[in-house]
C-alpha cells in the first residue's frame, strides 16, 4: 500500500485531525522560507525584525518589512495544498490548522479554523495603546505607519525576534495538539522554538504524525509515524485522491 493511501486511511479514521504548517507550504505560493536555501536571510539582515532594533530604527525597519512582506509577500496567492487543506476541513476531514505562517494563504483558501501561532502580516497593531489597523496601501504611504489614536509607531501584528508568541495562538495550539489523534506535520524543519514543541506534544498524547516535507526534519526520525517526501501540493493532492476513493 502506498503511502498516499495510508495517509488517507489514516484521515478518514481520524476522530480529530490537526494540520500543522511551516513555511513550505507556502514556498510554491512565492513566499521564501527565512532559511536554508533560497531562505530570506541570505538576502536580508535578520536584524530587521529585532524588536529592539525596530523600536531603534521603525523608518529603516519598515522600509525593509514593506518591500519583503508587502510589496513581495502581498502578491502571493494559495497554492494546491492550501485548498485541499481547506476542502479537508469543509468535508470535516480537518478540525484545525496550526500555522508558523504570517501570509495568511490558509484563511484566502477558505480554510476557517485557523491558529496563527506567529501572528500575521494583514494587520498592523499600535506599539503604544495597541490599536490594530488592517493594513492598506494609505497606511503605508508614508512609513512608519502612525496610530491615528495615539500618534506612536504601528508595527505588523506578527512575532518579531523578541517578542513573544501570543498567549491565546499559543495556548489554543498547544490544546489543539493535545486533542488531536492524527497531525499531519507540513512545510516545517522543525527547528523553530516553541513551535517546535506543539507535534512533540501531540505525539506524547498518542497522535499518529503524518509528515510532507520535502526533506527530512527534526520530526522525521524521532516521532513520524509516515514520511511523505514530496512537495506539499503535490502530496495533498495525492492523499486527498485516494481519500475521495474510499468514500
Known amino acids: 500500500m502506498n503511502?498516499?493511501?495510508?495517509?488517507?486511511?489514516?484521515?478518514?479514521?481520524?476522530?480529530?485531525?490537526?494540520?500543522f504548517t511551516g513555511a513550505g507550504v507556502s514556498v510554491e505560493s512565492g513566499v521564501p522560507p527565512f532559511r536554508g536555501e533560497n531562505g530570506l536571510w541570505n538576502d536580508y539582515d535578520p536584524i530587521i525584525l529585532d524588536l529592539k532594533n525596530f523600536y531603534k530604527h521603525p523608518k529603516e525597519s519598515w522600509e525593509t518589512i514593506k518591500e519583503i512582506f508587502y510589496d513581495y509577500f502581498g502578491k502571493a496567492e494559495p497554492n494546491e495544498a492550501h485548498k485541499v487543506i481547506a476542502r479537508l476541513e469543509n468535508a470535516g476531514y480537518v478540525q484545525a490548522v496550526i500555522t508558523q505562517n504570517i501570509d495568511n494563504l490558509h484563511q484566502r483558501a477558505g480554510s476557517k479554523n485557523?491558529?496563527?501561532?506567529?501572528?500575521?502580516s494583514r494587520n498592523l497593531i499600535c506599539t503604544e495603546c495597541g490599536e490594530k489597523y488592517p493594513v492598506s496601501d494609505k497606511l503605508l504611504a508614508d512609513l512608519p505607519p502612525k496610530c491615528s489614536e495615539c500618534g506612536?509607531?504601528?508595527?505588523?501584528?506578527f512575532v518579531f525576534f523578541g517578542e513573544a508568541i501570543p498567549e491565546r495562538e499559543e495556548s489554543l495550539s498547544f490544546e489543539e495538539a493535545e486533542k488531536a489523534d492524527l497531525f499531519i506535520v507540513i512545510g516545517t524543519?522543525?527547528?523553530?522554538?516553541?513551535?517546535?514543541?506543539?507535534?512533540?506534544?501531540?505525539?506524547?498524547?498518542?497522535?499518529?504524525i503524518v509528515e510532507i516535507n520535502i526533506k527530512k526534519s527534526n520530526f522525521?526520525?524521532?516521532?513520524?509515524?509516515?514520511?511523505?517526501?514530496?512537495?506539499?501540493?503535490?502530496?495533498?493532492?495525492?492523499?486527498?485522491?485516494?481519500?475521495?476513493?474510499?468514500?
Open 220 to 247: 522525521t526520525d524521532d516521532i513520524t509515524k509516515i514520511f511523505i517526501q514530496e512537495k506539499a501540493s503535490t502530496a495533498m493532492k495525492k492523499i486527498e485522491a485516494e481519500l475521495n476513493k474510499l468514500k
Open 114 to 120: 485557523v491558529f496563527e501561532f506567529h501572528g500575521n
Open 189 to 208: 524543519t522543525g527547528e523553530v522554538q516553541p513551535a517546535s514543541f506543539i507535534p512533540v506534544v501531540a505525539k506524547s498524547k498518542g497522535a499518529q
Open 152 to 157: 506612536e509607531v504601528l508595527k505588523p501584528d
Open 3 to 19: 503511502k498516499y493511501r495510508k495517509a488517507a486511511e489514516l484521515i478518514k479514521g481520524s476522530k480529530h485531525t490537526t494540520v
